[in-house]
């Protein structure tokens, strides 16, 4: 059973190789060779279906087996359509084009192959390459013109809010008229505390005059810093009015700075919300995308960057899809070298087989299109003898009917021999008033008895 399933997949005669045993082995090999890449094909088609579309593994496992039962129909039928040629040319001409069939099966084949083999190499790049197309796009992102007004628009909101929220801005310090009186206020401070240092030291005679006790200097010295104590008392009264004011006039310009900047708050973060929703939806979108590129196509790609970048990859690449490559056009090949060398048992005793049933055939068509040409010359001759009888049989009924229409009248006449008599209104030849010339005489049938003309009735069917 298992030899014949071989010599069916190499596409051969199991009846001729019983006949010659020393050519099992040439096509059970090449069976094998079909069998074996089919089932490579079977578990290609597996994991590209679980890779690219993404089944699950039990109708990935379903579409591999058919994948792999096309594979081996088409791999059949590739050495079955090879035949040999009167010449090693022709031969290669005939099995080029299976070749670059089989080439491509091939390819098609090893590529899902090649990538399960890799699979690791191949995420860690997937990695990398995402990374990088996430830098890339934020890259264009922030490099994109719709949305290169957002940091200024994030500045304006924040500006907005805090006027409205009444953080921040100007205070009453920043009013010139207080910023002056402060400034003055200052200033009589810190000369109202030297002239008050100035008046212990010289009380005690540690400077001006070096004199302890209240002499002149030191009343000279309190006069000064009497006065600007008094000094320092109205700047200080001076200061606390102009804060008022400028408070006054701070809240009033807040008030109104509040209102027109919660009007435009409102449309600055309508606008700044518009910019970050696009911005989020391409970003989602993108996301989504570069999460969903690790079908087949994507794989590839690592697989092309990772032989770019290794070249011990690359050459362990090409190993294993040249490999799986040969495989697939082993078979072809196979039945190619065969033809290039001399014509096998096989071959003769195929080509023999052949020639009997092309003459069987022949003389076959040639006793069915005799039969054909008796069967056509039996009918024209039976056609003839059944219209022949066919003729006589109407002539004898004719002749019975016409008898038995005779043999009726006689026993009518029998019967009643008056009722075929005719009056003597009827003129009868011989007769006075009839002129024979001008009348003409009566028929063979007409009877003549005394003066009355018997006739006949016509016939009866």
Avoid at 324 to 341: D, H
């Amino acid at each position: 059973m298992i030899h014949r399933f071989f010599v069916w997949l190499a596409a051969a005669d199991a009846d001729i190789l019983d006949s010659c045993p020393s050519e099992r082995h040439r096509y059970h090999t090449t069976g094998a060779a079909v069998l074996v890449t089919s089932a490579l094909a079977a578990i290609s088609g597996m994991f590209a279906l679980t890779t690219a579309v993404g089944l699950p593994p039990a109708w990935a496992a379903v579409g591999g087996l058919l994948w792999g039962l096309a594979v081996l129909s088409i791999d059949r039928m590739l050495i079955a359509g090879v035949a040999r040629r009167p010449t090693a040319r022709a031969n290669l001409l005939a099995a080029l084009p299976r070749l670059v069939l089989a080439l491509l099966i091939g390819t098609v084949i090893s590529t899902p192959l090649v990538l399960r083999v890799f699979q690791d190499e191949i995420d860690t790049q997937l990695e990398i390459n995402h990374r990088a197309a996430q830098e890339a796009f934020a890259h264009d992102l922030a490099a994109d013109q719709r949305f290169a007004e957002m940091p200024k628009l994030k500045e304006r909101v924040a500006t907005l809010q805090g006027v409205v929220d009444g953080a921040g801005g100007a205070t009453v310090e920043d009013d010139p008229t207080v910023a002056r009186l402060r400034a003055e206020y200052d200033r009589l401070s810190k000369a109202y505390e030297e002239a008050d240092n100035a008046v212990v030291c010289e009380k005690e005679g540690r400077c001006g005059s070096r004199k302890v006790g209240a002499g002149p200097a030191y009343k000279e010295k309190v006069a000064r810093r009497d006065r600007l104590a008094t000094e320092r008392r109205s700047a200080q009264a001076a200061l606390a009015t102009a804060r008022t004011a400028a408070q006054q006039k701070l809240d009033e310009s807040r008030a109104k700075a509040k209102a027109s900047a919660g009007s435009e708050l409102t449309a600055a973060r309508a606008e700044l919300d518009r910019l970050q929703g696009v911005r989020l939806r391409e970003e989602t979108d993108f996301s989504a995308r570069l999460a969903d590129d690790d079908g087949l196509l994507a794989r590839i790609g690592a697989l092309d960057d990772l032989r770019g970048r290794d070249s011990t990859l690359g050459a362990a690449y090409l190993a294993l899809l040249l490999l799986i490559t040969a495989l697939e056009m082993l078979p072809v090949l196979a039945k190619l070298l065969v033809f290039l060398g001399p014509v096998t048992t096989y071959e003769r005793i195929r080509e023999l087989r052949e020639t009997r049933d092309v003459q069987r055939v022949r003389t076959e068509n040639m006793i069915v299109e005799e039969e054909e040409r008796a069967r056509v010359r039996a009918g024209v001759k039976g056609a003839a003898e059944k219209a022949e009888r066919e003729m006589r049989a109407h002539v004898e009924l004719h002749e019975l009917l016409l008898e038995r229409w005779r043999r009726e009248q006689i026993e009518l006449i029998e019967q009643d021999p008056t009722r075929y008599l005719v009056t003597d209104s009827v003129p009868v030849p011989g007769t006075p008033g009839h002129d024979v010339d001008a009348g003409g005489p009566v028929g063979n049938d007409d009877v003549r008895q005394g003066g009355a003309v018997w006739a006949p009735p016509s016939p009866r069917s």
